[in-house]
């Protein structure tokens, strides 16, 4: 069993990254812009905000912090990322979820230019990657394909089983490890939530991504020798051990799944700080395509 690190992986896109920005500020150019909207103070928004940001610098990005509280009207909102649409000198833009519930998260996501939709959530991006058109693709699967990259996982021919359909993690991820991708071209399954046979399809996956924010929920009964694993979930659970109160599980028993598989991501350490890489990626694209670069 070999653990797939998170913080490895993330580290070497970002260190090719930050050499290809200083390469690009060598030429004149000025650097790529992301711009994050903050509404309210949520705790683990906050964290991811911060997170992105240090990234995003550590880089060489410029990155801005527009912060609205959390009563901010949509109207304000909307008009917020309108201005930041017409910001010529900001190449991305990314308003963290979730957001308060009299704010609809679906207009929000429908108002950014999709030229600058780095999370990769328009209708526009989410259609090219259904029809294989280069596109912005959700942070978390990108983040999640630039992990199978790194180490160099075999997917070609391979039966995938994904855990959860949402519209960020397990539908997306499903498109890309199907698609003709140098690390996609395996046969799918998608499971969800009304799935019956979840446990036999889950023992049928070379490679198994569990997407459902449960706990524990995969154990090794469920997942067959050699299976290559992806833990998606975050979730914070009650410790009173810990410092701040919770902790951080995945959705797989990593303890007791981990000796049955070749290779695992860990969680915290894993697909969690690949997200991050994935955003900083579609920032350069969208950078690019503004500057006319390739
Ligand atoms: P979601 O709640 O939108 O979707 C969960 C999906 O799981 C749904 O499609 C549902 O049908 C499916 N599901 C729920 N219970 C199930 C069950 N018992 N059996 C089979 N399927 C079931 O969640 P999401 O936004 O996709 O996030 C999933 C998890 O990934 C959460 O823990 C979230 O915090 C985490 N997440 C992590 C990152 C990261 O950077 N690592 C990014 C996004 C989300």
Redesign the pocket.
């Known amino acids: 069993m070999q653990i797939l690190d998170g913080k490895i992986a993330a580290a070497a896109v970002r260190e090719s990254l930050k050499t290809e920005v200083s390469q690009l500020k060598a030429q004149g150019k000025r650097a790529p812009h992301l711009a994050v909207i903050l509404v309210g103070n949520n705790g683990a928004s906050e964290t991811y905000v911060a997170s992105k940001q240090k990234n995003s610098l550590e880089i060489g990005f410029l990155s801005t912090l527009v912060r609205l509280d959390a009563t901010v009207s949509e109207e304000i909102l909307l008009s917020e990322i309108e201005s930041l649409n017409n910001d010529a000198t900001v190449d991305g833009i990314l308003v963290q979820l979730p957001l308060p519930k009299h704010i609809s998260e679906q207009k929000v996501i429908e108002t950014i230019n999709p030229n600058k939709d780095v999370d990769g959530f328009h209708p526009v991006s989410a259609g090219n990657l259904v029809l294989g058109i280069p596109t912005f693709i959700p942070a ?1 699967p990108y983040g999640i394909m630039l992990m199978l990259e790194h180490y160099n996982i075999p997917t070609k021919g391979k039966h995938a089983v994904v ?4 519209n ?3 539908r997306p991820m499903s498109i890309l490890l199907s698609s003709n991708l140098p690390y996609g071209n395996c046969t799918v399954t998608i ?3 009304h ?1 019956p046979n ?1 446990k036999e399809l889950c023992l049928q996956g070379d490679i198994v991504v569990a ?4 706990p524990g929920f995969v154990k090794e009964d469920m997942i067959k020798d050699g299976a290559v694993v992806i833990d ?4 914070r659970v009650p410790d009173e051990t810990k410092k701040s109160g919770f902790r951080i599980a995945g ?1 797989v028993d990593f303890e007791n799944v981990a000796p049955k598989t070749s290779y695992i991501t860990p969680v915290p350490g894993g ?2 700080l690949m ?1 991050i890489a994935g955003l900083l990626k579609n920032t350069l694209v969208a950078y690019k395509k503004a500057e006319g670069i390739e």
Do not use: F, K
């Open positions: 978390t855990i959860g359909r949402s960020i993690v397990g499971c969800h939530s799935t979840l997407a459902l924010g449960r998606v979930g975050i979730t959705d697909v969690g997200t």
